[in-house]
């Protein structure tokens, strides 16, 4: 939790919008359960729902409220992949990276099943487009199309050329851009909260307001608040940028970076569709990238600015309406109505981390900015992984991460360097 930060939820459009305020009761007194799992983001609530579908006995202690970090706050990008499939087969070899390749597939899948099967009120819309500003990023569109089609992905792919951009997004800042109608956008607090009122339905318990202080590892595991205990057979760390020094031992391995986003009043129907005519979910290619869609409710949802020095931007709106502009000059007059940011953890290898301490705790961690996704195959290798057995949990359990001694506050420059390196080379 950053210095300051309420322990209800920041005053995002998602939290204005939700389908429901959760409120669940503080964690009191002694429990005991099959799995206990901390944090109530994503990676969290689909972990208890595959172990609740399971018949497992979880209980889940959440700080602040369901869906109070990055994943009631984020884009709400729905885009699958988990992994650069290529970097794992040069480590690992062919049949590592066709692993990660499905279940890079597999992810996108989970929620959307959820979805249909709990009946998730969460604005699923389908289509998905990556815009190029540069030669170089027209050019991987064309690999990029090209290596779909070999490996006969399941979903439709379109490469647009710079005459037909207009047609998916009004800007005369993009010369060219690639649609993939399997990934699209969605609303991701109520995505999250429909999660967990499922699996609470099937049994699991579900506490806020309930910081976790102390993990007793070991033969007898236990989770310790202020106030409660719960003594559990397994303990699945789900904190991700927000853990802290919860688990010292993982802080050094991430780097909570800022990412901040902008809602606009509702947009009359005519601005929207001239802004983004086939409304999809739109991001460019660079590190420190732009994205962008319209809500439900025709706002545009602006995000960006991906902040690695780990100080917030004094005024959020002000910070990103510049670049907003830049790309939709349409929207000098539009008046901002919500402001936030969240932080995203950072794994300096761009892979996310899984692991165990001490034989019954197991984490998971580092989805470095794209996670909407790849959370929910993380909650699917975490209750295989309380079964006894993950050939996927193995795997990443062998890459090694850089650790960053000091923790965040020593780690925020040298990332900050890294990313000035990947602009300058982007500029030139
Ligand atoms: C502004 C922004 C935009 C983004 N946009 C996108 C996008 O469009 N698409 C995409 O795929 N990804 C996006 N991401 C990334 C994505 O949101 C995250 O990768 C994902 O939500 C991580 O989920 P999580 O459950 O691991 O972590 P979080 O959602 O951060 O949840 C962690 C939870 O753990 C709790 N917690 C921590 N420590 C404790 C403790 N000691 N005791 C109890 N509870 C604890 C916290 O309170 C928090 O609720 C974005 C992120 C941000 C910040």
């Known amino acids: 939790m950053t210095v300051g930060e309420s322990r209800e939820h920041t005053a995002s459009y998602y939290a204005a919008t939700a389908n429901a305020a959760t409120d669940f009761p503080r964690l009191r007194g002694e429990h005991h359960c099959d799995v206990v799992v901390v944090g109530g983001g994503f990676t969290g609530v689909s972990t208890m729902l595959h172990l609740a579908e399971r018949g497992y006995d979880v209980v889940l202690v959440e700080a602040n409220r369901l869906g109070w970090g990055a994943s009631g706050r984020n884009g709400g990008q729905l885009i699958d992949g988990f992994v650069n499939d290529d970097r794992i087969e040069k480590r690992f070899g062919k049949s590592a990276a066709e692993m990660t390749h499905r279940m890079g597939l597999e992810c996108r899948n989970i929620v959307v099943k959820r979805i249909e099967q709990y009946g998730i009120d969460c604005d699923l819309t389908y289509g998905f487009i990556d ?7 027209v050019k991987e569109f064309a690999e990029r199309a090209e290596e779909y089609a070999r490996s006969q992905y399941p979903h439709e792919i379109r490469v647009v050329p710079k005459d037909d951009v207009p047609k998916h997004v009004g800007s005369k800042s993009y010369i060219g851009g690639l649609i ?4 699209g956008h969605l609303h991701p607090l109520n995505l999250c909260i429909g999660e967990a009122t499922a699996a609470i339905e099937l049994g699991a318990k579900v506490y806020e307001q309930s910081r976790v202080t102390r993990i007793h590892h070991g033969e007898k595991p236990r989770v310790d ?3 409660g205990r719960v003594h559990a057979g397994k303990i699945i760390l789900a904190g991700n940028a927000y853990l802290g020094r919860t688990e010292p031992k993982l802080s050094g391995y991430v780097i909570p970076a800022g990412s901040y986003m902008m809602a606009t009043e509702p947009l009359s129907e005519a601005l929207a569709s001239e802004l983004l005519p086939t409304n999809m979910a739109c991001c460019d290619q660079r590190s420190a990238l732009d994205y962008f869609r319209l809500s439900a409710d025709g706002r545009m949802l602006w995000g960006g600015l991906c902040n690695y020095s780990g100080r917030r931007p004094k005024n959020i ?7 907003m502009l830049k790309v939709f000059p349409q929207l000098a007059d539009a008046r901002i109505d919500y402001q936030w940011g969240g932080n995203i953890a950072i794994s300096i290898n761009r ?3 899984f692991g ?3 034989g019954n705790t197991y984490y998971i961690q ?3 900015g794209h996670g909407v996704a790849p959370t929910h195959i993380a909650g699917k290798i975490m209750a295989d992984i309380v079964g006894g057995d993950s050939e996927e949990f193995d795997l990443f359990a062998r890459v090694k991460h850089w650790y960053l001694p000091g923790g965040k506050w020593f780690a925020n420059p040298a990332v900050a360097l890294g990313m000035l390196y990947y602009r300058i080379k982007e500029l030139l």
């Open 351 to 353: 892979i996310p981390q």
């Open 131 to 137: 815009l190029a500003l540069r030669p170089a990023d």
């Open 356 to 358: 165990r301490i001490k």
């Open 366 to 368: 580092g989805y470095s």
């Open 180 to 183: 993939n109608m399997g990934n």
């Open 225 to 227: 608040t202020d106030t």
């Open 317 to 323: 709106a002000d910070s990103l309406r510049p670049s």
